[in-house]
């Protein structure tokens, strides 16, 4: 994909069948075996460390059993294969901890969060572009930011992460926290610089509403129904 890459050692092993009078029915099967690798796999997501395991192909197919990592301050596992339709699908779970989701997410936010989740994730390439989503139940994670997305670490809240290529140089971010916090944002990308055109923040009891992004005009667009909220203490964070 693009943005993709890796760097460390490995075994590489490669079969060729090649008919000498009919060559298009080459035959290819190979795999290669990471040892103590790291992959940047580009579009925001998290670097891979101490990546071991095997990547199985052949002429028609990719193929992962299972790949161990280290990423967000915690283990990680994945495995995935090409499709039918030619997409590659990888499923991923793993354990993030405060301090590694602060090292990928350069903002305030990522100060007020202790302790460690376990989540799990989907990657879809199509056409070198990456979709992916990540859904967590945050136990054993707290917040300390301001109601409404504080929480205990022995509370559970749904958290879900998705982002959607749109157009070449452009994604949709859409967020969910539990029921008091929805959004979608469209950005587009300037020399690598994520910025957001257009966004919507959907907040208690608005939350499950139907998201409304405006037609034309730029900005984000905040709706919702909160017993409190102290806009002073957010602007600090903001």
């Known amino acids: 994909t693009e943005g993709m890459s890796a760097s460390g050692n490995g075994n590489f092993n490669l079969k060729l069948r090649i008919p000498l009078r009919h060559s298009k029915d080459t035959q290819v099967a190979g795999s290669y075996q990471f040892i103590n690798n790291r992959v940047m796999l580009g579009g925001g997501l998290p670097l891979l460390e101490q990546v071991n395991g095997k990547l199985e192909f052949t002429e028609a197919q990719m193929k992962i059993p299972g790949i161990a990592f280290q990423a967000l301050g915690g283990a990680g596992f994945i495995g995935g294969s ?83 290529i749109t157009a070449p140089n452009r994604d949709t971010l859409l967020v969910g926290y539990g029921q008091v916090l929805s959004a979608q944002f469209n950005r587009r990308f300037d020399d690598g610089k994520a910025l957001v055109e257009r966004g919507a923040v959907n907040l208690g009891a608005a939350a499950t509403a139907q998201l409304a992004l405006p037609a034309t005009q730029n900005g984000v667009w905040v709706n919702g129904e909160l017993p409190v909220l102290d806009v002073d203490l957010w602007r600090t964070l903001l």
């Open 82 to 164: 090409s499709q039918k339709d030619g997409a590659i699908r990888l499923d991923l779970r793993g354990r993030a901890s405060a301090v590694g989701i602060a090292k990928l997410v350069e903002h305030p936010f990522a100060q007020s969060l202790s302790g460690a989740a376990d989540w799990r994730g989907l990657i879809t390439i199509r056409k070198k572009k990456a979709d992916f989503s990540v859904d967590s139940s945050l136990l054993g994670l707290a917040s300390s930011l301001p109601a409404p997305l504080g929480k205990k670490a022995a509370e559970p809240v749904a958290f879900r992460l998705e982002r959607k």
